[in-house]
C-alpha cells in the first residue's frame, strides 16, 4: 500500500464542498465506528468513514500530560459530569479512544450479559451469541495477555499482593503486538506496539475501498420521514475547531459511532431523537477510584505496560481492580500537601504504584443534552448514595493489597481521613467511615446506556442489532447501546458488538 | 462641595482599582493571559512549589506560569473562560475573605506574603465545602502539570519520557502530521520498518532513570 492508492482526507487537503455518495457512512473512527466500517467495507459495500479530529502521527504525540490531553480530547480534557462532579474524558482523534486508552480487552462476563439479556429483552446476546465476534476482533487485533517482560514491578506487585491474599488476578489481556513497556499509552504509542484504530481496521478498510474524512464534523443526520438519507456537517480545523468547508454524505445506511455522550447530541440536533424519550437518557459510568502505595524501595513507575494486571474477583461486588499508570503531571495532580509538603512527596514517585478499581453503581444515572453548537454536551450525573459502599471497599481492597505486596503506606485521597495510611488496622476506616459523594475523587472514563437497546421499543432507542427503533437505515455502534454497565472494560465489547452490528446491515 | 466628594470618591474608586488590579509586571509579550494573570500564576506556583524546598526548582523557576499561558492558549474557547475564571476567582477571594489571620489586611491572593498565601490554598485545599476543594484542585492541577513540564523537574524524578524511535508502519504512508498535506509525506514503501519486536525498554531493576 503507498499514499496515494487510498481515498483519506485530512483538513489541508481540503479544497471546497464535499459531497459523497455511499452505502453506508459510519460517523466516528473509534472502536465501535473503525470496526464497523471495516466490516462493511469487507462485504463490498460502499463506505465512507467521517472522524471529526485528525489523524496523529508518532511525531504528533506529546508526552507532556497537559498538552497530550488538550490535542487529544474534547473540551481540552477538562471535561466533567454536573450534579456529582466528575471528570470524564472524549478523545478527538483518528481511532477515537483507542488512540490514548490503555488498551484493555476484556469481554463482557456471562453474568452480566445474561443480566442484559432478560433485563432487556435482548434474547440473543448471551455471551455465546457474542463469543464469536469477540473472536473476530481477538484474532484481528491480536489481543492477548500482558507478558512478564514488559509488566514493570508496579504492574508484577499488584499481581504479588494479590497472591498472599487469595485474591484471583490475571495478565491484562490487550490488542498489543510488541509492547515494549513505554507506559505511554494515554499520550499515544510512539512503539507503534499498541493497535489502536487508526493504524488497523482504518487503514484496512481504507485498502478495501472506504473513503475515510477526517476533520469533517456531522452535525445533522438527515432524514426523508422515517428513512435516515444521509449526513451533513462541516469541516473543522483541528485542535480549533474552526469551521471550513461543508460536506454532505447521502448513503442509505448512517452508522453513528461517535461515542455515547455525542451520539445522542446529534440525535437531539437533527430532532431524531424519537418518541421514546430514552434518547441521552440512563447515562452510566464505571466511577473509578485510585489509591497510591509507597514502597520501601524503587518501584521504577515509568517503565511497564500503562496498566498490566487486573483483579476479576469482585465482580459480582460491583468493582474490578486494575493498576495503572498515567503522565507522573496527571497523577501528582492527586497527590495530598502544598508547598514543601507536596515537594517530598513528589520525591516519593520514584517509589510508587497507582492501583484503581472501577465500579459498577448501577443506582447513579445521568443524562446527555446537547450544549452550544458543537458535539459537546451537558453532562448531568449523580453518585447515587446507595452505591456509596461499592466504592468504600474497593478502596479497602486496593489497600489491602498494598500492604500485602508491602507498601509502607498508602495515600487513599479521601477527604476526612488521613493523607496518609501506614498499616492496614490505619486502612479500615476506609470501610466503616461515612462517605459522601464529595470526598472522593472520583474519575469516569467509560460511559454507557445512552441509546441502550432494548427489545421494547418504549424503552430503549435500538434492537440488539444496534438497529434504531423510530428510524429505517440508522445504527449505533458505541457504547450507548448498552443497556448496563458491562463491570468490565468496554473496549471489546463495544468491537464485538459493532462487528455484529456490520454483519446485520451487509444481511 | 460636591466637587471635593467627587474627587475623594474618584480617588477612593482608584485606589481600590489599584489595590486589586494594579502594579503587576507586564506579561511576556506573545501571551494569551494578562500580567495580572501571570503575577497571580507566579504567586501560586511559588505557593505551591517554594523555593529552597527538597526538590531544586521552585514553581516560578519551573514556569508554570508560561506552561499555563500556553496550555490555555490552545484550549477550546469555554475552558479557556473557565481557567480564566478560576484564576479571578481565587485571586480576589480574599478581598471578601482574609482567611487565616497571617493576612495582611484585604488585598488579592498575590499580595500577599507567601506564608500567608500558602495558608490560603491550604484552606480551600481542606475546606469542608466540597466547591472550594474543587476549586482548588482545579488550580492546583494546572500549576502541577506545568511544573512536571520543566525537564530538570522531570530528570530530577526520574520521570523523563524514554527516547523512542518509532517504526515506520503502514500507517505512516497515509496520513500526514497533523495539520500537513497528504502531499507532505516523504515516506515510501521502502522506509517501512520492523514493527516493534516487544524488547523492553528498560532492564527490570534498572532504575527509573535507566
Request: glycine share 12%.
Amino acid at each position: 500500500m503507498s499514499a496515494p492508492d487510498v481515498d483519506l482526507r485530512v483538513f489541508a487537503d481540503y479544497d471546497g464542498d464535499v459531497r459523497e455518495e455511499a452505502d453506508a457512512v459510519v460517523v466516528g473512527s473509534g472502536p465501535g465506528g473503525a470496526v464497523a466500517a471495516r466490516e462493511l467495507a469487507a462485504k463490498g459495500l460502499r463506505v465512507v468513514l467521517v472522524e471529526e479530529g485528525p489523524p496523529f502521527t508518532p511525531a504528533d504525540y506529546v508526552q507532556d500530560g497537559g498538552f497530550a490531553m488538550a490535542r487529544t480530547l474534547r473540551e481540552a480534557g477538562l471535561r466533567a459530569t454536573r450534579g456529582t462532579v466528575m471528570p470524564t474524558m472524549q478523545a478527538i482523534a483518528l481511532g477515537g479512544g483507542s488512540l490514548v486508552n490503555s488498551a484493555i480487552c476484556n469481554r463482557a462476563p456471562a453474568f452480566v450479559l445474561d443480566d442484559w439479556s432478560e433485563r432487556y429483552q435482548l434474547a440473543h446476546t448471551t455471551r455465546a451469541d457474542l463469543d464469536p465476534h469477540y473472536d473476530a476482533v481477538g484474532a484481528y487485533l491480536g489481543i492477548a495477555p500482558t507478558p512478564d517482560a514488559v509488566q514493570g514491578r508496579r504492574n508484577l506487585l499488584f499481581r504479588d499482593g494479590c497472591e498472599k491474599l487469595g485474591i484471583s488476578s490475571e495478565s491484562i489481556p490487550r490488542n498489543v503486538r510488541g509492547c515494549r513497556g513505554s507506559g505511554e499509552c494515554f499520550t499515544g504509542c510512539r512503539t507503534r506496539a499498541k493497535q489502536s484504530m487508526d493504524i488497523t481496521y482504518v487503514p484496512d478498510a481504507l485498502r478495501l475501498g472506504a473513503t475515510v474524512l477526517t476533520s469533517a464534523r456531522v452535525e445533522r443526520v438527515l432524514a426523508d420521514g422515517r428513512r435516515v438519507v444521509g449526513v451533513r456537517g462541516r469541516v473543522v480545523a483541528p485542535f480549533t475547531g474552526r469551521p471550513g468547508h461543508a460536506f454532505e454524505v447521502r448513503a442509505r445506511c448512517v452508522v453513528l459511532a461517535a461515542g455515547c455522550m455525542a451520539t445522542p447530541v446529534l440525535l437531539e440536533r437533527s430532532g431524531l431523537a424519537g418518541p421514546s424519550g430514552q434518547s441521552g437518557r440512563n447515562l452510566q459510568f464505571h466511577p473509578g477510584v485510585a489509591v497510591m502505595g509507597i514502597f520501601p524501595e524503587a518501584v521504577d513507575p515509568r517503565f511497564g505496560a500503562t496498566q498490566g494486571y487486573q483483579s476479576h474477583h469482585f465482580l459480582a461486588e460491583g468493582f474490578k481492580l486494575e493498576t495503572l499508570w498515567a503522565p507522573p503531571a496527571v497523577l501528582s495532580v492527586r497527590m495530598p500537601g502544598s508547598g514543601v509538603e507536596l515537594q517530598r512527596r513528589l520525591l516519593d514517585l520514584p517509589r510508587l504504584a497507582v492501583w484503581d478499581a472501577i465500579t459498577s453503581c448501577h443506582r447513579s444515572l445521568g443524562e446527555v443534552v446537547a450544549r452550544g453548537r458543537g458535539l459537546d454536551p451537558v453532562l448531568r450525573w449523580k453518585l447515587d448514595p446507595l452505591d456509596l459502599p461499592i466504592l468504600k471497599e474497593a478502596l479497602f481492597r486496593l489497600a489491602e493489597i498494598f500492604f500485602a505486596a508491602g507498601a509502607d503506606s498508602i495515600l487513599p485521597g479521601v477527604h476526612g481521613l488521613p493523607d496518609e495510611m501506614t498499616s492496614l488496622d490505619q486502612a479500615r476506616v476506609l470501610r466503616s467511615h461515612a462517605l459522601r459523594p464529595g470526598d472522593l475523587v472520583l474519575g469516569g472514563n467509560h460511559a454507557f446506556c445512552t441509546t441502550r437497546m432494548h427489545g421494547d421499543p418504549a424503552r430503549g432507542v435500538v434492537d440488539e442489532w444496534g438497529r434504531c427503533h423510530h428510524l429505517d437505515g440508522l445504527y449505533v455502534a458505541d457504547s450507548g447501546v448498552f443497556p448496563r454497565c458491562p463491570s468490565v472494560n468496554p473496549m471489546w465489547t463495544v468491537m464485538a458488538l459493532a462487528h455484529r452490528t456490520a454483519q446485520a446491515i451487509a444481511g | 462641595m460636591s466637587g471635593a466628594i467627587g474627587v475623594v470618591a474618584a480617588l477612593l474608586v482608584g485606589w481600590i482599582a489599584w489595590r486589586i488590579w494594579g502594579g503587576h509586571p507586564p506579561a511576556p509579550w506573545d501571551a494569551a493571559l494578562s500580567r495580572r494573570e501571570h503575577a497571580f500564576l507566579a504567586a501560586v506556583a511559588e505557593a505551591v512549589f517554594p523555593p529552597g524546598g527538597p526538590l531544586p526548582r521552585s514553581g516560578v523557576e519551573a514556569g508554570v506560569p508560561g506552561y499555563v499561558d500556553r496550555l490555555v492558549a490552545v484550549s477550546p474557547p469555554r475552558q479557556r473562560r473557565l481557567m480564566r475564571l478560576l484564576f479571578f476567582a481565587i485571586e480576589h477571594s480574599t478581598l471578601l475573605f482574609p482567611g487565616p489571620g497571617v493576612l495582611r489586611g484585604r488585598r488579592r491572593l498575590s499580595a500577599q506574603p507567601l506564608a500567608a498565601r500558602i495558608a490560603v490554598l491550604e484552606g480551600w485545599r481542606t475546606s469542608g465545602l466540597f466547591a472550594r476543594r474543587l476549586v482548588f484542585a482545579s488550580l492546583r492541577a494546572l500549576v502541577t502539570l506545568g511544573y512536571f513540564g520543566d525537564g530538570p523537574v522531570q530528570r530530577r524524578l526520574g520521570l523523563e519520557p524514554f527516547a523512542i524511535d518509532s517504526p515506520v508502519c503502514e500507517a505512516d504512508l497515509i496520513y500526514p502530521r497533523v495539520g500537513a498535506s497528504r502531499g507532505d509525506i516523504a515516506l515510501g514503501l521502502g522506509d517501512l520498518t520492523p514493527p516493534s519486536d516487544g524488547t523492553p525498554l528498560c532492564a527490570p531493576g534498572a532504575g527509573a532513570a535507566g
